[in-house]
């Protein structure tokens, strides 16, 4: 059964906060992404033992932007591309805590949030072992099971078998198609907490990487110890 409910999005020292709105299994995707990138973005920011899984993989939450609201502490939403025309990361620049991703203009309603960041509200359970906050009760309840992984072939020390696919299944394809079509039809593409409405410009002007960072990024991930 179908329960939407409010989710809170934090950073990991709280100073970013916000809500997903109407979190529901039905209006996204749970999926792990074990992709190269991903896992640079984590060592660039120095989150990696916070944000990734003992493959190297980030839990995310494809849905639309329109269901984002940031409502705390926006003075530390900062943006980054890995390279030139790449996708938006976005992240909390006061603790460098990784939020989601977004494609580079507001046309596709898109976002890939980040499941780490949906923590539980001031007052809730603790940090878990690895520093970052708890994730909020309901996550589970909201989200339902994780659909699907991508981008296996990059995962450190070699994926869960079901997990290792070089490319989406085409079920997961399907499905994120259909959500991105009705998200337009809505006109969520003008309701985006990363884009100025009426610019059609991201709310931050990105920060683009050094290839040498880029690089030294990439290294570090390629020379990360593999957890158990």
């Not at 203009?105 to 940090?127: C, K, M």
């Not at 006109?187 to 690089?215: I, W």
């Amino acid at each position: 059964m179908d329960d939407p409910r409010e989710l809170p999005i934090g950073c990991d020292c709280g100073a970013l906060r916000g809500a997903l709105v109407g979190a529901s299994a039905r209006r996204g995707n749970r999926v792990v992404c074990y992709c190269d990138d991903c896992q640079a973005y984590a060592h660039h920011l120095g989150c990696a033992a916070r944000a990734l899984d003992a493959y190297g993989g980030t839990e995310v939450f494809q849905t639309s932007p329109a269901n984002v609201v940031l409502r705390d502490g926006l003075s530390h939403l900062a943006c980054l591309q890995l390279r030139p025309a790449g996708l938006l990361r976005w992240y909390a620049s006061c603790c460098r805590s990784p939020l989601g991703n977004t494609l580079a203009r507001p046309g596709v309603p898109f976002v890939g949030l980040v499941v780490r960041t949906l923590a539980a509200p001031a007052g809730g359970a603790g940090p878990d072992a690895a520093g970052a906050p708890a994730l909020a009760p309901d996550v589970d309840a909201a989200l339902g099971p994780v659909r699907g992984a991508i981008f296996g072939k990059f995962a450190r020390g070699g994926a869960p078998l079901r997990d290792a696919r070089a490319r989406p299944p085409l079920g997961l394809v399907a499905r994120s198609v259909a959500l991105l079509a009705a998200a337009r039809l809505r006109g969520d593409h003008v309701r985006s907490p990363f884009f100025d409405a009426g610019r059609g410009a991201p709310v931050v002007a990105p920060c683009v990487l050094h290839p040498d960072e880029l690089a030294a990024a990439e290294a570090a991930a390629r020379r990360a110890p593999i957890r158990s």
